[in-house]
């Protein structure tokens, strides 16, 4: 059977092909029919506003966000009235985040190496200090751990810009000339000149770019967490378990609040569950650092004996105080982290009793109950003009027995 | 109409910020579990609404 056209016969005519030659078309080419090219949308990059009135971290942030600036400014001033954080938080991300016409890509980073060399002589001067004890702090009060999670934030944001994690994700594509389509039926066909033009394959849409939220987050609540320690250790400031995990809580809830704008972050879901499990433990945790571990019996002689504070992390604490002859009122308090604290009063003093059990059950001279957070108080008045003895005890997980010996 | 996905994620980020903000609040502003609590709710609120305005007002 004879075929009009082989296979291998070129069908173009040279009479009527344009004048330039048919070529391959490279990376560079401009395809000349191609789906739509539209170009990925520009990466989101925090940076500070440099046209705003001061730092411009506000609008920075808001640009970010794609939110109001002035929600942005009520939330810093809110909370640098409310214990002076936003102004912390404030001062920092002016001397951290580049301002806009920093084309550094990384989140965060120094603007000039005179603000690494200050910021490093601060963190030595600091940990200098906790090492040599010149603030009087010792190794487990020390601010090394702080600073390593300040660090380790500071560290996880800039990083980002090392792994490519802050580059969107859209697939590399190079545009590949189509497969040729059929050939004309005929060779009078007048539609060879279009036929001849190579076709584009249409590029992929490009991935949306995902702002980090999650790590971003993580680094934030690490640093947060660090300057609360830090703080705790310089100042007056009380910082526990529950400060701890209540930070880690509350910037994973701002995160995923953030995370409803500004893309996913679903690993924070886990992040604020195990927070708030260690928010939930965390007067045992305190307990137990302030307290230690194991039994602990009491038997004061005189009232100059008396401890303000009994406590114990884990165990059992024995409190006879029948040998105790009260001449004034005397207060005392209890923190069991759990198990089990016995109070044995003498029987010539009037009593004042306030006890607690988060889970577990109090007994107060003889008045028993038991359930989640359970409050008990009792007065017993034996006599007008007789010392009083008044008795604070506060059991997490555990019970509590005040009884007369 | 704010959508589903970005409802739940304020929903859930509201609640993960009010018992985080009343344990920080009660350790750190040394103020009682109930005035800390009740500032975190409050906060947690604000946020939750300020997010849903402005989730609607973006769609």
Not at chain 1, 82 to 108: E, K
Not at chain 1, 153 to 180: H, I
Request: glycine share 10%; aromatic share 4%.
């Amino acid at each position: 059977m004879n075929r009009l056209i082989p296979p291998s016969t070129p069908i173009l005519d040279t009479d009527v092909m344009p004048d330039e030659p048919l070529t391959e078309p490279t990376a560079t080419d401009e395809p000349s029919i191609a789906g739509p090219t539209a170009p990925p949308p520009p990466i989101k990059r925090l940076r500070r506003r440099s046209d705003a009135p001061v730092g411009g971290v506000a609008s920075g942030l808001a640009d970010y966000l794609g939110i109001d600036p002035v929600i942005v400014r009520i939330l810093i001033v809110v909370l640098a009235v409310g214990g002076g954080s936003g102004f912390l938080l404030y001062l920092a991300a002016w001397i951290l985040v580049p301002d806009d016409h920093d084309t550094d890509p990384r989140p965060v980073a120094f603007n000039s190496s005179l603000t690494a060399i200050i910021f490093g002589a601060i963190v030595l001067v600091a940990a200098s200090s906790a090492v040599f004890g010149t603030v009087n702090l010792n190794f487990n009060e020390s601010v090394i751990i702080p600073l390593l999670l300040i660090g380790a934030g500071f560290y996880l944001l800039n990083q980002r810009a090392v792994t490519g994690q802050d580059e969107p994700t859209a697939t590399a594509w190079s545009p590949t000339p189509a497969a040729a389509p059929p050939p004309p039926s005929g060779p009078d066909s007048n539609d060879l000149v279009h036929w001849a033009t190579p076709i584009v394959a249409e590029p992929p849409a490009p991935a949306d770019p995902k702002p980090p939220v999650t790590s971003v987050t993580l680094a934030v609540a690490a640093t947060v967490v660090g300057i609360l320690l830090v703080l705790g250790q310089l100042t007056s400031l009380t910082v526990g378990a529950g400060a701890v995990f209540g930070a880690i809580a509350t910037v994973c809830g701002l995160g995923l609040v953030a995370s409803a704008f500004v893309g996913r972050a679903r690993p924070l879901v886990a992040v604020a569950v195990v927070a708030l499990v260690g928010l939930s433990l965390a007067p045992l945790a305190d307990a137990t650092i302030a307290g230690g571990l194991g039994p602990r019996e009491y038997r004061p002689d005189n009232q100059a004996e008396l401890l303000p504070t009994y406590d114990v992390g884990a165990g059992y604490i024995e409190l006879d105080l029948r040998n105790v002859d009260f001449v004034d009122d005397a207060s005392l308090e209890l923190d069991v982290g759990a198990g089990y604290a016995e109070v044995i009063a003498p029987t010539d003093v009037n009593l004042e009793i306030e006890s607690r059990s988060r889970f577990g059950m109090v007994t107060i001279l003889g008045d028993e109950q038991s359930g989640v957070d359970v409050d008990l108080v009792r007065s017993d008045q034996l006599r007008e003009g007789a010392p009083t003895l008044r008795i604070i005890a506060d059991v997490t997980f555990g019970a509590i027995e005040v009884r007369r010996g | 109409m704010v959508e589903r996905p970005r409802k739940r994620r304020l929903v859930v980020g509201s609640a993960v910020l009010a018992p985080g903000l009343t344990g920080l609040l009660t350790d750190v502003g040394e103020v009682t579990a109930a005035t800390s609590f009740a500032i975190a709710v409050l906060i947690s609120g604000l946020v939750l609404l300020v997010g849903l305005v402005t989730s609607t007002r973006v769609s």
